[in-house]
C-alpha cells in the first residue's frame, strides 16, 4: 500500500476509533443514570437476574466494538482499492507522443522503458509490473495486419530490456484495435496478480491437448474443455479467488480480460498448428486466462 493510501486508511480508522468510544460512553452512560434513577434496590440475591443485567451492559459495548474491528478493516480495503484504481489509471494513462511512432520503433530502448519492461518475465520489485504499459503506445486502428507469430510473442509480453524481439512484436500488436484491447486487459490482470505476489513464471500449465484449445475456440464450455484450467498451484489459486471475490476492481477487470481472451481464441486459434497452439498456451496472457478461468468456473 502506497503511503497515500496507508494515512488515508489509518485517518478512516482513527475516525471509526472515535465513534466507537463516543457510542460506548454514552451507552455507559445511559445504564449509569438508569440505575440510579431506577426505582427500588436491585434483587442481589437473585444470580439469573444479575446475570442478565450484566449480559444487558456488555453485550452492546460488545457489538459496537465488533462494529468498530469490521469497519476498520473496510476502512483498509476500501484505502487499497483506491490505490490500485491509483494504478489502473496511471497505467492507462497515454504515454506522449512527440515523435513520430515509426522512428520511435527503430531506435534504441531507453533505459527508463526497458527497466520498466522487464518485470513481466519475472516482477520482484515493491511495484506492480507495468509491461504493456512501458512500451511506447502507438494508437490503435482498425484491421491492422498481425500475423499469428507475431501476436503469440506479443501476448508473452517481453522477457526483459533485451528483448527487443517481443518489445518490437507488442508495439505492432498494440496498433491493431482487438489486439490492443486483449494486451491492455492482460497487462491489467497480470499487473494486480504480481501485486499480491502470483506471477505468470510461477504457474507452469499442464498442457491441454491442441484439440481442446480449438474446442473451446469453437464455444464449448464447462466440462468439454476443462483441461484448459491447467494450473494447479494451490496457493495461486486460492488468491485468484480470493481476489475475484473480494476485490470489485479485480473482479471487473478479470471478467473484462476474460471476454476479450474469448474473442481472442476464437479468431486465432483456427489460424494456428498444434506447434503454434502449444506455444500460445505457454505464454504469460494464457497462463492468466487458465488460472482466472479455472477460479471463475469457466472450465467447469
Known amino acids: 500500500m502506497s503511503l497515500i493510501a496507508r494515512i ?44 442478565v443485567s450484566v449480559a444487558g451492559i456488555v453485550l452492546p459495548v460488545a457489538l459496537v466494538w465488533l462494529g468498530v474491528a469490521q469497519a476498520r478493516q473496510l476502512a483498509v480495503l476500501r484505502a487499497e482499492t483506491d490505490d490500485l484504481r491509483r494504478h489502473l489509471a496511471h497505467m492507462r494513462a497515454p504515454a506522449p507522443q512527440d515523435e513520430d511512432p515509426a522512428d520511435d520503433a527503430r531506435a534504441p530502448q531507453p533505459a527508463s522503458m526497458a527497466s520498466r519492461a522487464a518485470p513481466v518475465a519475472r516482477p520482484r520489485p515493491p511495484a506492480p509490473p507495468r509491461t504493456a504499459a512501458a512500451v511506447a503506445q ?53 499487473t494486480l496478480l504480481a501485486g499480491r505476489d502470483v506471477y505468470m513464471d510461477d504457474l507452469p500449465p499442464e498442457p491441454a491437448r491442441p484439440e481442446t484449445w480449438r474446442r473451446y475456440a469453437e464455444g464449448a464450455r464447462g466440462s468439454a474443455v476443462a483441461a484448459l484450467g491447467g494450473i494447479h498451484q494451490p496457493e495461486a489459486l486460492q488468491i485468484a479467488a480470493a481476489m475475484i471475490q473480494d476485490d470489485e476492481i479485480f473482479r471487473d477487470t478479470a471478467h473484462h480480460f476474460l471476454r476479450h481472451v474469448d474473442g481472442l481464441l476464437a479468431r486465432l486459434v483456427p489460424q494456428l498448428d498444434d506447434l503454434q497452439i502449444a506455444v500460445l498456451a505457454d505464454s504469460r496472457t494464457a497462463r492468466a486466462f487458465m488460472l482466472l478461468g479455472r477460479v471463475s468456473g469457466v472450465f467447469g
Not at 454514552?26 to 440475591?45: K, Q, R
Not at 499469428?148 to 510473442?153: D, G, K
Open 8 to 51: 488515508a486508511s489509518l485517518s478512516r480508522r482513527d475516525r471509526i476509533t472515535t465513534v466507537g468510544l463516543t457510542i460506548s460512553g454514552i451507552w455507559l452512560f445511559l445504564v449509569a443514570l438508569f440505575w440510579i434513577l431506577s426505582p427500588g434496590e436491585p434483587d442481589a440475591g437473585g444470580g439469573v437476574g444479575l446475570l
Open 138 to 190: 502507438p494508437e490503435p486502428v482498425e484491421n491492422i495486419e498481425v500475423d499469428p507469430a507475431t501476436l503469440i510473442r506479443a501476448l508473452n509480453f517481453p522477457d526483459g530490456p533485451d528483448d527487443v524481439e517481443a518489445i518490437d512484436a507488442l508495439r505492432h500488436a498494440l496498433r491493431d484495435k482487438k489486439n490492443s484491447k486483449v494486451l491492455r486487459a492482460a497487462q491489467d490482470v497480470v
